[in-house]
């Protein structure tokens, strides 16, 4: 489970030492592209106090909008698992797509046709320069593992994500399943 080689389709889990960064601190992400040229990911356990109907007046259904990372935080990123119904989707992996036509897909929202299971929207994205991850793994910022739960990652993934796979890990990880967010606070 431990030690992949970071992959699109694969879950970088935030290393504890990580308490100090803001935006990945607790992080568990997809990553939606890594190539010689860099990585893609999304944040997968952070929502945000917004619906997709605070920030696109064309759809009526409050889906729950997600902190996709530090970059370009101002643009609306998704992820689905029904690329038969939005076209010009990419494939992550296991099931999982990204983007595609969104004027259908608020069409399909709004139709009842996407659920809140099928799709995730994210404010902004992670990425890494093209050794940059590379750099943060070697430093042991991140635990790369399995995505075993392919396209149901959508409904697995919650806030208590990150302490999920550190029970999971195990070993001296299990420790800081239960460990206050700020140590200095304990």
């Not at 290393?15 to 944040?43: C, M, Q, W, Y």
């Not at 902190?67 to 989707?89: A, M, R, T």
């Not at 259908?104 to 799709?119: A, F, S």
């Amino acid at each position: 489970m431990v030690g992949h080689k970071p992959k699109k389709g694969k879950l970088l889990v935030a290393e504890p030492s990580l308490t100090g960064d803001v935006s990945f601190n607790r992080s568990v992400v997809l990553l939606a592209e890594h190539n010689k040229e860099g990585s893609v990911g999304f944040i997968l356990n952070k929502p945000l106090d917004y619906t997709i109907c605070d920030l696109i007046s064309d759809i009526t259904i409050p889906f729950q909008v997600f902190n996709g990372g530090p970059v370009e935080q101002d643009n609306l990123y998704f992820i689905h698992k029904v690329p038969h119904l939005i076209e010009d989707s990419v494939e992550i992996s296991d099931g999982i797509f990204w983007g595609g036509n969104f004027e259908r897909t608020v069409e399909l929202i709004n139709n009842g046709t996407i659920t809140e299971q099928d799709i995730r929207f994210f404010l902004g994205y992670s990425g890494w320069g093209s050794s940059q991850l590379d750099q943060e793994l070697s430093s042991k910022s991140w635990i790369v593992v399995q995505n075993e739960y392919e396209s149901g990652i959508l409904e697995k993934s919650s806030i208590a994500f990150w302490k999920e796979k550190m029970v999971e890990l195990g070993g001296d990880y299990l420790l800081w399943s239960n460990a206050p967010e700020n140590p200095s606070l304990n």
